[in-house]
């Protein structure tokens, strides 16, 4: 099996620019991107390909492919798919919530198809043991799109029902998730920019800090 | 053991009156009280008791027992505690995602409490094998209150990952999720006033409801 991941790290996340300036969230972009790395590595996933519009924001120790596509999620990915002649993990980037216990447990369902939903209808991670049949839809409520594909192809379904993988870092609030929940280097990031000590040994969110307002 | 749902009917939940009048939000609760009933009932828990402020909206099939009480949760659930001399899960009316099959999950975990958080560090449910000892804080980020309260009992403790029982229903697009991840009467409720059918056996957000300005 391979694992890919999509990227684009330049002007990403717009939505947390009340919160975050663009080059504070490229930095974030990368970090989340580094624990969805570490999440496969700690599963033994060994064949990680990112797919990206630019080079910009890939972590300097990272081993895997990197593949400079044109814009267009969908285009892109199903192009990657159309090639591919092992089953795929598809895993978004903002998910640095996600373990590498969640990784192997979605990598071992007998399913045909492993769908883990984000919130709002999106899909997260895609697991596709057949994937030159697959066709990917991401965009407008892409889990009831994906569902139905799946359906289509008559092929077997799992929902992986995970509060983690299911969350993914698209707003204010999101970080809130993140800080509470989280253990890599995107969440110590967050707590270092949102965060003040309980005295307790725990870390809450600061009322001082730009995420208060969305707690 | 015994389960205990705390249930407000009386003018609930709202944050979801851009959507909801007030007589819509109180039959709505009352669905979701039912599919949380049940998930209990599914996974075969005998004994439940409904602690409420009045008598309004109880489901007229419910055999339990239902104890009027003050007003305020943290003490009318702190003295039920005092009161029990059995395991106790403690769930949220607003859960109709959940299932029976999370339910014997979480029951059956050899920890002394179990914590489901909710979305924005609060606390779903709460399964406590030592009632007695036990002091719940619900409100303000009840989910680290109450992992600090296990921890200073000296207490185990496990963390559900469920994406489904983490989902309680406070605002408008946590419907978007029980549309499309639920299975119960709340669910129908919703997909009867949001939703409009895809013509694949699926039902989706209508653009004409006012909850599409939500997705």
Known sequence: MRAVIPYKNENAKSRLSPILSKKD?????ELMLKDVIKALDDAEVVNIDILTTSAEGIPNDFNGNVTITEPGLNDSINEYLQNANEPILIIMADLPLVTGDHIRKII???????????KGGGTNILFIRHPNEFTVKYHDCSFISHCEITDELDKSMHIFDSFLASTDIDEPHDIVELMLHGKGQAKEYAEKRFGSETGKGRVKISHLSKLSGFV
Chains 1, 2 share one sequence.
């Open 108 to 118: 071992s369902f007998s399913e045909d198809v492993v769908i883990v939903p984000g």
């Open 25 to 29: 969230r490229e930095e974030f972009v």
